[in-house]
């Protein structure tokens, strides 16, 4: 199988990924933030959000394409 496969790596503080906000919870729908990991997770095959060994985060995200054939 062909997968999209990106990679990307911050210096930031980084994050607790289970601490981030539901979107969908009645008081975070009006909310003009908030949504980016949601997206990743909903639109992607697989998603990996950790803190970096240096700081920061690593974000990596899949998604399987059609092998054209």
Do not use: C, H
């Amino acid at each position: 199988p062909v997968e999209f496969v990106l990679e990307v790596l911050d210096e930031g503080d980084g994050f607790d990924p289970d601490d981030v906000s539901n979107p969908l919870d009645p008081e975070n729908m009006l909310k003009a933030s908030g949504r980016g990991i949601f997206f990743m997770r909903n639109f992607m095959d697989d998603v990996t959000l950790r803190r970096g060994d240096e700081g920061g985060m690593e974000v990596r995200m899949v998604k399987k394409l059609s092998s054209g054939g």
